[in-house]
């Protein structure tokens, strides 16, 4: 199967791409290392080769996922130069607890740590995870052009920034990618800013958590369906509150997808690759059916009606519920 693609930088990139997070951090059925390079390989074969990760993706210690990325390449079937590969830095978790740091000195710690991982030379594109309030945006821009300088990546890319900052580091590197949360259920980067700068300056927009981590597929039915030790089990829009409510919405999205003739899935990515064409969305999924519905996300095609009404049904629903627990919230840079 070959997917269609878009651009970051000058590469063409294909679309969706993949989240890796949940094979090895934060949802219910994280670490099985067999069945998720089942999906890696098959994600490898059908043409899904825009892969993202970070080094803080274990729920075991930082370097999990990326570890499972190097088996992949190594005995896993998957070529490395094949792939687009995408990783990050800046939450840092370690015996002496948890931090966002941005210091030039920690960038190029970070890249050497993940590039080790990885058992890799060099990856496609470097995000910052997080800003690092306490640094200055020009200084971590300033290290990861060294790094790209130094041949250790090939793109520059900001994760969870406002656009003031994005417009600082825009001058002292071009940025390639913002990646960001954007989804039928998180449309904020509409409104921020964020999205008309990415515009304006030529950045594709990686869309992070496109299917609202999965409460937009239809397939979470209660909060009975979580762990207390799944991250969604305490973020807002999953609360006993805000639960049932945004279920509501999920079901508009279900009865569209329907008369659609696609799943509710495949509607949401649709969505998303329908708003801009400088955005792709990667889902993350750790199963063969999920890699392939979403793949099949790409043969829906909504009509300018369809878009509208859509948006019409977003407009008259309020999600309730922030998108992070309130710690989480606030280290975000707005
Ligand atoms: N930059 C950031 O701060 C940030 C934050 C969060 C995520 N991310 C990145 O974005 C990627 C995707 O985000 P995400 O994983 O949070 O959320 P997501 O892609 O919106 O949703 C993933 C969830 O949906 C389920 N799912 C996937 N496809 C499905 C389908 N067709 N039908 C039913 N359920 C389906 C998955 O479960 P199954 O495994 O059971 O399919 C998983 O629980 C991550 O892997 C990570 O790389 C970045």
Same mark, same amino acid.
């Given at each position: 199967m070959s997917l269609p693609t878009r651009k970051i930088g000058k590469d063409d990139v294909p679309y969706p791409g993949l989240g890796t997070m949940g094979m090895s951090a934060?949802? =219910?059925?994280?670490?099985?290392t067999e069945s998720n390079l089942a999906v890696l390989k098959a994600a490898y074969d059908t043409g899904c080769r825009f892969w993202d990760t970070a080094d803080i993706y274990g729920n075991n210690h930082m370097g999990e996922n990326e570890q499972l990325l190097a088996k992949a390449f190594k005995e896993g079937g998957? +070529?490395?130069? =094949?792939i687009f590969l995408a990783t990050k830095f800046g939450n840092y978790r370690g015996p002496d607890g948890f931090r966002i740091v941005g210091t030039p000195e920690y960038v190029a710690s970070a890249i050497d740590k993940s590039l080790a991982d990885l058992q890799?030379?060099?990856?496609d594109l470097y995000y910052?995870?997080?800003?690092? +309030?306490?640094?200055?945006i020009e200084e971590t821009v300033g290290a990861m052009l060294k790094l790209k300088e130094a041949g250790k990546i090939r793109y520059i890319g900001l994760s969870e920034c406002s656009e003031a900052t994005l417009r600082r580091a825009s001058k002292v590197a071009k940025i390639d990618a913002v990646q960001i949360e954007y989804s039928l259920w998180e449309t904020s980067i509409e409104t921020n800013g964020i999205l008309d700068a990415c515009k304006e300056l030529g950045i594709t927009i990686v869309a992070y958590s496109p299917l609202g981590r999965g409460m937009l597929t239809g397939?979470? +039915?209660?909060?009975?369906?979580?762990?207390?030790?799944?991250f969604r089990y305490h973020a807002p829009r999953f609360s006993e509150e805000n639960f049932p409510k945004n279920l509501e919405l999920v079901e508009k999205i279900k009865a569209f997808a329907a008369k659609k003739g696609c799943t509710a899935a495949q509607l949401a990515l649709a969505w998303v690759h329908a708003q801009w064409e400088g955005i792709i969305a990667i889902p993350g999924t750790t199963r063969l059916e999920g890699l392939k519905e979403n793949l099949g996300s790409v043969n829906v095609k909504l009509t300018a009606e369809e878009l509208k009404e859509i948006r019409a049904l977003l407009d008259s629903f309020v999600v309730g519920g922030?998108?992070?627990?309130a710690f989480a919230m606030a280290a975000l840079d707005t």
């Amino acid at each position: 199967m070959s997917l269609p693609t878009r651009k970051i930088g000058k590469d063409d990139v294909p679309y969706p791409g993949l989240g890796t997070m949940g094979m090895s951090a934060f949802y =219910d059925g994280a670490g099985k290392t067999e069945s998720n390079l089942a999906v890696l390989k098959a994600a490898y074969d059908t043409g899904c080769r825009f892969w993202d990760t970070a080094d803080i993706y274990g729920n075991n210690h930082m370097g999990e996922n990326e570890q499972l990325l190097a088996k992949a390449f190594k005995e896993g079937g998957v +070529k490395r130069e =094949d792939i687009f590969l995408a990783t990050k830095f800046g939450n840092y978790r370690g015996p002496d607890g948890f931090r966002i740091v941005g210091t030039p000195e920690y960038v190029a710690s970070a890249i050497d740590k993940s590039l080790a991982d990885l058992q890799l030379p060099f990856v496609d594109l470097y995000y910052q995870h997080r800003v690092d +309030k306490n640094t200055p945006i020009e200084e971590t821009v300033g290290a990861m052009l060294k790094l790209k300088e130094a041949g250790k990546i090939r793109y520059i890319g900001l994760s969870e920034c406002s656009e003031a900052t994005l417009r600082r580091a825009s001058k002292v590197a071009k940025i390639d990618a913002v990646q960001i949360e954007y989804s039928l259920w998180e449309t904020s980067i509409e409104t921020n800013g964020i999205l008309d700068a990415c515009k304006e300056l030529g950045i594709t927009i990686v869309a992070y958590s496109p299917l609202g981590r999965g409460m937009l597929t239809g397939a979470i +039915k209660s909060r009975a369906d979580l762990s207390p030790t799944d991250f969604r089990y305490h973020a807002p829009r999953f609360s006993e509150e805000n639960f049932p409510k945004n279920l509501e919405l999920v079901e508009k999205i279900k009865a569209f997808a329907a008369k659609k003739g696609c799943t509710a899935a495949q509607l949401a990515l649709a969505w998303v690759h329908a708003q801009w064409e400088g955005i792709i969305a990667i889902p993350g999924t750790t199963r063969l059916e999920g890699l392939k519905e979403n793949l099949g996300s790409v043969n829906v095609k909504l009509t300018a009606e369809e878009l509208k009404e859509i948006r019409a049904l977003l407009d008259s629903f309020v999600v309730g519920g922030e998108r992070y627990p309130a710690f989480a919230m606030a280290a975000l840079d707005t």
